[in-house]
């Protein structure tokens, strides 16, 4: 109760202070925004804090997890000529259990951001939309990292209606060149 009357209370500063640490990152101007979604409170701000000072001192320990990349399938439509698991012969591909899944999510109990997907294509995943609304009814920003061959009007809409904020579309190169590296027409 006392550190959500001090969260409400402080509010105007911890937004000044996110603007201070964001205005650092000149190179990526998107750094501001995501420190508003990804540490919206003074306890989570200050986790970040702490994990980055022991980062920048050589020390591996992280104080608190907040962020994780979740490859809820290694599974991939495309065979990019960067992505070395998806050319390695003789890999199982599979999908993680939503159980699974949620233990996961359960069990990190400081997780402020989730981004699905790694080597996998999180799109062939069949019950993608409903981890997305089981992190957003967490309160845990959700990122997809997808290659975009999915991006339906259904998907779009579903991606929508289920509150992920933010998707970032690989593409590696237009035209020929993106033909050559990801093996897939550009069209």
Known sequence: MYQMI????????L???QYLIGSFAVSDKRIL?????????????????RNQFNRLIGNPAIYKLQTVHIEQTNACNLKCLHCTPQ????????????SLFKNI????????????????EPFLHP??????????DKNIYVIIYTNGTFLTENNIKQVLSSGVPEIDVTADGLEKIYEKNRGFDYN
């Open 105 to 120: 999510v359960d069990q990190l109990t400081d997780l402020r951001v989730v981004i699905l997907s790694w080597n996998g």
């Open 6 to 13: 001090i969260e409400k209370t402080f509010y105007f500063p």
């Open 87 to 98: 050319n390695l012969t003789g890999v199982k591909r599979g999908l993680m259990d939503f």
């Open 15 to 17: 937004k000044m202070a």
């Open 33 to 49: 925004s995501r420190l508003q979604n990804f540490f919206p409170t003074y306890t989570s701000m200050w986790y970040e804090v």
């Open 127 to 136: 019950r993608l939309f409903d981890m997305c609304r089981y992190l957003k």
